[in-house]
């Protein structure tokens, strides 16, 4: 091999580079909480956390689908409560403080949905 | 070229290949449906109104002019924070139109001036066979079960193909972001407004059915304007075209239009 | 054979670093309408396709007339060809993705492009043209390359290839045959709904893009001394005449259908694209015309065999056959299909000044693709001695 030598360092100082954040991560601290805030009247979301928490974007999604293509604009969730499907009047009922709620894990996480383009916040004034 | 880099590209060509008729594989089976997410059920609303073929009759003979239309307008625009841009990139819903142009087909150099001068509400005719539908290279424009032609704003991409196809011209695009025609806060704040570079048109006020209500216009037409089932022989919608002479937009294109003038 | 690039006289790299500053130019004004929409541009509700979609289909033509090299040089075994088919399958390749770009350039949510892919609608006309697209694009990447390789290295092209050289003459003739059915097969808009579209379509390409290769080829002749060969030059110019004459013929026949029937809705278009409106002449009927002029003198000059080998007339006849297809399909294609509107009245369409800055910025990313893939053949012809007689 040609310039064995730097090209080894090349390729090792590389892999580190590139790895780095999974070394920094597991070296470094606990998780941050978001400092997330709950809606204060409502105890219980249309379905369990661990599920809302993970799939509510996909939920979401699906919400939009059986509504737009399908006119189903109720759904039943798990429990049997019903709930009519709509981010703007039946999300946002509770979670009405997208900044301390919505914003909160989403840049945390660098996600910036652009839902408010078309869909109105609770009170929104520009 | 060495042996490596030839069996190389030997199997580089072979992957696209694969690749590419692997998105062709797929391509072959539209629709397809992924597993439901949701642990819960969807289904209609008790309240919601349920047609086979939703269709609407404009007795344009109880309308004495425009102005008599503008509550109409008005009411389109409230509902569903409809903009108003003041030049040729306006947003249309429900509009109004000279007789020539809303049925350029039909015109003759004689008709009775009453007819001629009127003018005449123009919407989408949510058709049978919607050439925008045919068109849409995502699905983002289709047709529902009870013949409404639906839009899904979240998956159009703006290619603005439908505006080429629908021949009624009931199609807008975005050229510029909406909320900045719209007073703050918007007329309706349970409808969301569209955004910037969609396509949008008239909906047959499908959230509202959804909810029990009658199309905003139909509702402001105070009985003049009638919503119903056409597959029905006995609603409102096929009772008055059986009683009265009627028209539609263009039929000699085979849209099968479901808006149908009394003239 | 990137290396090739390596080693070429500074003008190259001076052009090169001239297309890139074009680009960056030109971005900043599609920035700016990423920014503020399609607002930029001159389209409006009533004419809501313009420039961008009317660039593409015209680079459609281009991308599809390399066949018009592979045809006779595989199908026929026309030997004299096989010097210059690389160019015509590099600027295939430029030429789709200046078509890509096009589309690009002229969505509203361009984020959402993979749509197409994700929600794949077999119904749609603008799917298939995305996927044959893609799979043009390809064929002539992996085509040209290969047998690029083998002509350096003095064999004969991989057997594995002719099967793809076959399909990409079908594959060509598909491309623009899609196109075509983009606006053919639309109710209401009378100017497009028309059988001969796709006809006409191909002939356009089959007598402008051979006649855009031959410019170009003599451009290089100009600059590096590459000879394509005095016969395969005549041959592709009988070609063009070819299939000029029958663009024009095909233009003909839509005039004959047009004002024999006298159907109002197939005459208003055309009586608008030459004759404006109200008795004003609209700005494209000057167009219109200079390509009518340009086209018939460009046939004056192509039919006669004498002036068709001239050295200076040729050129100057494929210049004005260039212009005048491109206005046909370039402008009067989409502005008449549009005018009058779907309420048969007249909504006026120009493109605006930065419309056609992003237009031209995407010709400019076309030229630099071309520049790049040329270099490495004229590098290669080179070094093959297939570089002059």
């Given amino acids: 091999m040609y310039n064995a030598k730097a090209v080894i360092t090349g390729i090792i100082v590389f892999t580190v580079l590139c790895t780095a954040p999974f070394w920094v991560g597991l070296a470094g601290k606990d998780y941050k909480s978001t400092g997330i805030v709950l809606p204060k009247d409502e105890k219980k979301c249309i379905e369990s956390v661990e599920f809302m928490r993970k799939d509510h974007m996909r939920l979401l999604n699906e919400w939009r689908d059986e509504a737009l293509r399908g006119e189903n604009r109720v759904y039943t969730a798990e429990d049997g409560k019903k709930w009519s499907i709509s981010l703007q009047n039946t999300c946002l009922k509770c979670h009405s403080n997208y900044k301390e709620f919505c914003d909160k894990c989403h840049t945390a996480n660098s996600v910036y949905p652009y839902c408010w383009t078309c869909h109105i916040l609770p009170g929104e004034s520009k | 070229m060495n042996k490596s880099r030839r069996s190389f590209l030997k199997v580089a060509g072979f992957s696209v290949f694969a690749l590419s008729s692997g998105i062709v594989a797929q391509a072959a089976v539209p629709g397809t449906a992924n597993a439901k997410l949701a642990p819960g059920s969807y289904a209609k609303g008790d309240a919601a109104l349920r047609a086979r073929r939703w269709a609407m009759v404009i007795d ?39 007789y020539e142009h809303t049925f350029p087909d039909d015109m ?69 972001d909406p909320r900045g025609f719209l007073p703050n806060p918007v007329p309706n704040p349970s409808f969301p407004t569209r955004m910037i570079g969609v396509v949008e048109k008239c909906t047959f006020c499908a959230e509202r059915l959804a909810m029990g209500k009658m199309p905003a216009c139909v509702e402001a037409s105070e009985g003049r304007i009638l919503f119903g089932d056409l597959e029905d022989a006995d609603s409102k919608v096929r009772r008055a075209l059986a009683a009265n002479f009627s028209i539609r937009r263009k039929p000699s294109l085979g849209t099968q239009p479901g808006v149908y003038y009394l003239i | 054979m990137l290396e090739k690039l390596l080693s070429a006289p500074k003008t190259y790299y001076v052009w090169l670093g001239f297309l890139l500053c074009l680009i960056a130019g030109c971005a900043t004004v599609y920035w700016q309408q990423l920014q503020t929409g399609l607002s930029i541009t001159g389209m409006n509700r009533d004419v809501s396709w313009g420039l961008y979609i009317s ?72 799917f298939y043209d995305m996927m044959v697209l893609i799979g043009y694009l390809t064929l002539n990447i992996i085509i040209g390359w290969v047998t690029l390789e083998a002509e350096r290295l003095g064999v004969e092209p991989p057997k594995w290839v002719k099967p793809l050289i076959y399909l990409s003459i079908l594959w060509a003739f598909s491309i623009h045959t899609v196109t075509a059915f983009l606006y053919a097969g639309i109710p209401g808009r009378h100017y497009w709904l028309t059988a001969i579209m796709a006809a006409r379509f ?61 159907i109002p809705g197939h005459a208003e278009p055309i009586v608008f694209l030459f004759a404006g409106h109200d008795g004003h002449l609209a700005w494209v009927s000057y167009w219109m015309w200079a390509a009518v002029a340009m086209a018939f003198i460009s046939l004056a000059i192509l039919i006669p065999p004498s002036l068709r080998t001239h050295p200076v007339l040729l050129p100057l006849a494929l210049v004005m056959l260039v212009a005048a297809t491109w206005i046909d399909k370039g402008l009067g294609l989409l502005i008449g299909g549009f005018t009058p509107n779907m309420y048969e009245s007249i909504t006026p369409y120009m493109p605006t000044v930065r419309e056609v800055i992003v237009a031209l910025g995407v010709y400019a990313i076309g030229a630099l693709v071309l520049s790049i893939l040329w270099k490495i053949a004229i590098g290669v012809k080179q070094e093959a001695g297939n570089f002059s007689d």
């Avoid at chain 2, 309308?63 to 306006?90: K, T, W």
């Avoid at chain 3, 088919?85 to 949510?109: S, T």
């Fill in chain 2, 60 to 98: 344009t003979r109880k309308f004495a002019g425009p102005r008599d239309y503008e509550p109409l307008m008005e009411a389109c625009r409230q509902e569903h924070n409809v903009p108003s841009i003041p030049d040729a990139r306006n947003i249309k819903w429900f509009w109004l139109d000279s």
């Fill in chain 2, 108 to 176: 003759n150099a004689h008709l009775d001036t009453k007819t001629r001068e009127a003018a005449y509400p123009l919407l989408c005719n949510h058709c049978s066979n919607p050439p925008c539908v045919r068109v849409c290279p995502t699905q983002a424009t289709y047709k529902m079960e009870d013949g409404i032609v639906a839009m899904d704003y979240h998956r159009c991409i703006g290619c603005r193909f439908c505006m080429a196809g629908c021949p009624y011209g009931a199609r807008s695009f975005n050229f510029k």
């Fill in chain 3, 55 to 126: 660039q593409f289909t015209y680079f459609v033509g281009v991308a599809a007339s390399a066949v018009m090299l592979v045809l006779p040089a595989y199908f026929h075994h026309y030997k004299k060809f096989k010097r210059m088919i690389i160019f015509g399958e590099f600027m295939a390749v430029a030429a789709v993705v200046m078509c890509a770009l096009f589309i690009v350039v002229d969505l509203g949510q361009p984020q959402r492009m993979l749509n197409v892919m994700l929600h794949p609608t077999p119904n749609s006309v603008m």
């Fill in chain 3, 202 to 262: 191909l002939s356009s390409a089959f007598c402008s893009g051979p006649s855009i290769l031959l410019l170009l080829v003599f451009l290089v002749r100009r600059l590096t001394g590459f000879d394509p060969g005095k016969d395969a030059v005549k041959t592709l110019s009988t070609i063009i005449v070819y299939a000029m004459c029958v663009n024009v013929f095909f233009y003909v026949l839509e005039l004959f259908t047009a004002f024999y029937s006298q």
